[in-house]
C-alpha cells in the first residue's frame, strides 16, 4: 500500500472506480482491522456512489466491509 494508510488507498480507489481494489484490499495482507472506521468505510461507500461506481457500493456493502 505503500505510504498511503490502507483506508486512504480504499477511498482512493473508491473514487477512481477500481473494484479490484477495493477488492484486494479486503484480503490478506491488507484486510481490514477492528481499528479501521466504519464511518471512513462509509465515506468510501458514499463516494463512489457519487461517481456511479454501482459495483464498488455493493462490494462495500457486503462483508467483510460491512460488519453488521
Same mark, same amino acid.
Given at each position: 500500500?505503500?505510504?498511503?494508510?490502507?483506508?486512504?488507498?480504499?477511498?482512493?480507489?473508491?473514487?477512481?472506480?477500481?473494484?479490484?481494489?477495493?477488492?484486494?484490499?479486503?484480503?490478506?495482507? @491488507? +484486510?481490514?482491522?477492528?481499528?479501521? +472506521?466504519?464511518?471512513?468505510?462509509?465515506?468510501? +461507500?458514499?463516494? =463512489?456512489?457519487?461517481?456511479?461506481?454501482?459495483?464498488?457500493?455493493?462490494?462495500? =456493502?457486503?462483508?467483510? @466491509?460491512?460488519?453488521?
Amino acid at each position: 500500500v505503500g505510504i498511503f494508510s490502507r483506508m486512504d488507498s480504499l477511498i482512493e480507489a473508491c473514487w477512481q472506480g477500481h473494484a479490484s481494489i477495493v477488492k484486494r484490499l479486503a484480503e490478506p495482507p @491488507y +484486510s481490514l482491522e477492528e481499528s479501521d +472506521s466504519p464511518e471512513r468505510i462509509r465515506k468510501a +461507500s458514499r463516494l =463512489a456512489a457519487e461517481r456511479g461506481h454501482a459495483d464498488i457500493v455493493a462490494l462495500l =456493502a457486503a462483508p467483510p @466491509y460491512n460488519k453488521q
